[in-house]
Each structure stands twice: as C-alpha cells, then as structure tokens.
C-alpha cells in the first residue's frame, strides 16, 4: 500500500540559510499535517491543511510557512535556520469525514534536517 | 511489566510477557486517541486507535484501555516480541482539531 512519502530524507544546511521539505500523502487523503520531532523528544504538531487551506496551527515559527498544492502535496519552507532547527520533521496524512470525527493520521519516515 | 504513567521512560520485559503501558492525557475533550509505535530513525506507525465512546478495543496482540473518568489510556501487548521494542506514543485529537497532540514517549525493551 501507498504510503506518505517524504523528501529529501536527509539535509544538511548552514546557519541562516534556507530549507523546503516535501511531503506527498496517501492517494486521496486529504489533509496533511507537519510535525517535529527533536532528538528524545515527542513530535510536536506544526501545521496542517485540509483541501489546501490551513486547517490547524501549532508551534510552527514565523520563520516557517507551509502550503498544500492543488495535487494535495505540501511543503514547509524554513528560513533563517538556527542551530535548534536540527530535527526530524514528520508529514502525516489523513482523510478526514465532514464530522471531524477520528480517522487515522498516517506518518512518513521523516525528513532529517541538521543545521551546522 | 507495566509503566507507570509516562514518567517512567524505559520500560523492559521479558520476551513472552505480556506489557502494559501507560498514558495520561490531558484534554477532557479528547474524542479520538491512538497509539504510535516508533523505531529508531523512522516515522510513528499506527498501531491501534479508540473513540472516546468506547472502553475497550483489540487489535492482533493489542488491547487499548481507555478511562475518561480519570484521563488514563493504557496499551496491552500480549506475548511481547523482541520485535516490539521501540518508543510508544499515545497521541490525543481534541474536539474540533484535526491534528494530534502527542504524549511523552515510553521506551519498551524486550528481553530475549
């Protein structure tokens, strides 16, 4: 089975410097979600979109800013990275009924960005 | 072996043991609550999922408790493999919210 598919896997960038991740979700999900994830640490919930508008805003920094695409692909762009942007960073897809009501957000094996 | 709540972060069994471990969540209004497994390296991998109108789910080897009265969700894992070591996760969606809010992780080892 499909599942969500990330790139690059891994990245390293310098200080100050600029980074895009991207995510593809499951075929006809449609709601995306990004997260982090430091080292030892629980992922922790970013930004989401349903039908290509946001949907929820967590702790992303205004240094960040993602989109979702009219394919339902997305991306996070990172800008004026700092050291303590070096994580893991998780896409997850879910197809959600109008209700809301739970359905199972699947993760992507992560995309590993060091700032050096 | 069982956790107590996730303050404690390791929790190591024997294989053949069965594996309780433990969650506190935070939100009352929580209506859905998974579990995530998680290896080294790679993305949390859904394991088992409740509404929050039900107390009880089983999966193959999973059970989910859920305890609205007092915010507490436990995962049983019968017969505990050494495949099953990894970080566990539970992740609550709160009411109206689509994204979920993770919980502290438990490392489980298992034992051969």
């Known amino acids: 089975a499909a599942g969500v598919i990330q790139s690059p896997r891994h990245l390293i960038k310098e200080k100050r410097e600029t980074a895009t991740l991207k995510c593809y979700p499951i075929?006809?999900?449609?709601?995306v979600y990004w997260y982090q994830q430091g080292p030892g640490q629980d992922p922790q919930f970013l930004i989401s979109f349903y039908e290509k508008m946001q949907s929820d805003k967590g702790s992303i920094p205004d240094r960040f800013s993602a989109q979702q695409f009219s394919d339902y692909h997305s991306e996070l762009n990172m800008s004026s990275l700092e050291l303590g942007d070096s994580a893991l960073y998780f896409c997850?897809?879910?197809?959600?009924?109008?209700?809301?009501?739970?359905?199972?957000?699947?993760f992507g094996e992560g995309s590993w960005l060091t700032v050096v | 072996g069982e956790s107590v709540g996730l303050h404690l972060p390791t929790l190591s069994v024997q294989e053949g043991d069965n594996s309780i471990i433990n969650c506190a969540y935070s939100?009352?209004?929580?209506?859905?609550f998974i579990w995530y497994k998680q290896e080294s390296g790679k993305g949390p991998q859904f394991i088992i999922d409740i509404r929050s109108n039900m107390d009880k789910r089983q999966g193959q080897r999973v059970t989910v408790l859920l305890n609205k009265t007092v915010k507490h969700l436990s995962l049983q894992i019968a017969a505990t493999q050494p495949g099953d070591s990894a970080v566990y996760f539970c992740?609550?969606?709160?009411?109206?919210?689509?994204?979920?809010?993770f919980g502290s992780g438990t490392r489980l080892q298992v034992q051969p």
């Open positions: 939100n009352s209004a929580s209506d859905y």
């Open positions: 075929p006809r999900h449609d709601t």
């Open positions: 992740a609550e969606k709160k009411t109206g919210r689509r994204a979920l809010t």
């Open positions: 997850a897809s879910s197809l959600v009924p109008d209700t809301l009501s739970g359905n199972t957000i699947y």
